[in-house]
């Protein structure tokens, strides 16, 4: 359940609005950045409208760098944003690791001991703070997302509800029920480079 949420919270899904037998869902926050985002050809914005968050468009996928990323932020932090974490899939944690501003890939090891290299980067520092770079496993695989933690909340409707249900022979059943949405505080707040390979 955990998983689904946060699989919906951060992915690029557009919010939908109750409607007879259409259950209302959430909006993620790629699909909620409009200001602070670099995309690739074609691609357009999602974004906030009529009552509800439009999913973003895809674009052209292009080579993850530096400088797409020092844009971003350059643009979150003259909006007022100050994004502290870093969303990406694997790879892109990985492409972090090979920007040139990487210090010391070497750690000197003190005498009879076996020397340590430092081949990721856990860390960004960027002209408007400190970036924690966070691996993310699912629903991020086109996208570095950057997010202002004080910006963005999970506003819970209805807890989580256990519900006994008929056996079947001799399985037990039971039924989880949750309901909350993505709460973003300010749009502005937080950036995304989008279409990456």
């Keep these: 359940m955990r998983r689904d949420e946060e699989a919906r919270y951060?992915?690029?899904?557009?919010?939908?609005?109750?409607?007879?037998?259409?259950t209302r869902k959430s909006a993620s926050l790629q699909a909620w950045i409009t200001t602070n985002d670099s995309r690739g050809s074609g691609g357009s914005d999602g974004g906030f409208s009529g009552g509800i968050v439009a999913a973003a468009t895809n674009g052209t996928q292009r080579t993850f760098t530096e400088a797409l990323v020092k844009t971003v932020l350059s643009t979150?932090?003259?909006?007022?944003?100050?994004?502290s974490l870093g969303f990406m899939k694997a790879s892109h944690k990985q492409t972090f690791a090979t920007f040139t501003g990487i210090a010391d890939i070497r750690v000197n090891a003190p005498?009879?001991?076996?020397?340590?290299?430092?081949?990721?980067a856990d860390g960004y520092v960027s002209d408007f703070g400190?970036?924690?770079?966070?691996?993310?496993?699912?629903e991020i695989s086109r996208a570095a997302l950057f997010v202002d933690p004080d910006k963005v909340k999970v506003g819970v409707l209805d807890g989580v509800k256990v519900k006994r249900m008929s056996d079947t022979g001799d399985s037990e059943k039971y039924m989880m029920t949750k309901e909350s949405t993505l709460i973003v505080l300010n749009e502005k707040s937080h950036a995304c480079v989008y279409d990456l390979t």
Excluded: C, D, Q, W
């Design 111 to 120: 005498v009879g001991k076996m020397a340590t290299i430092t081949a990721g």
């Design 76 to 83: 979150a932090f003259e909006s007022g944003g100050r994004p």
């Design 130 to 138: 400190t970036i924690t770079l966070i691996p993310h496993p699912y």
């Design 10 to 22: 951060i992915g690029n899904y557009a919010s939908v609005a109750e409607s007879g037998g259409t």
